[in-house]
């Protein structure tokens, strides 16, 4: 049973960038999933969710507008688009489901390695 992120890399300010969460193990398609960021020196904190259907997403208020939570059940795949990209945005991000959550603030039982997005200045 496994959660993977993935896509991070080394982007210049003002670029946009993809994440993807998957999963292994377990049908994503039946969990809310939520992304977090962990910047340097910084304690982990909520971007959004979306919930198992992809019918609902919910972001922190700081976090809405330069952020999108999408799915694609088909393709087991949670999706975090991240735009205009600001080097505040360096950080660990990470992707955590859970079949009972329902927002970005409940508890996640499942949680991946996370992925490195580095911004250049």
């Known amino acids: 049973v496994q959660l993977q992120a993935s896509g991070g890399g080394v982007v210049e300010a003002g670029g946009s960038l993809r994440l993807s969460c998957t999963s292994s193990?377990?049908?994503?398609?039946?969990?809310?999933v939520a992304w977090f960021s962990q910047a340097p020196g910084n304690e982990r904190e909520p971007i959004g969710c979306?919930?198992?259907?992809?019918?609902?997403?919910s972001y922190k208020p700081s976090k809405q507008g330069r952020f999108t939570i999408s799915r694609d059940n088909a393709k087991g795949t949670v999706y975090l688009q991240i735009d205009s990209l600001k080097p505040e945005d360096t950080g660990v991000y990470y992707c955590?489901?859970?079949?009972?959550?329902?927002?970005?603030?409940?508890?996640?039982?499942?949680w991946g390695q996370g992925t490195l997005v580095t911004v250049s200045s």
């Open positions: 193990g377990f049908d994503l398609s039946f969990y809310t």
């Open positions: 955590a489901a859970d079949v009972y959550a329902s927002t970005y603030g409940d508890l996640y039982d499942r």
């Open positions: 979306i919930r198992s259907t992809g019918a609902y997403t």
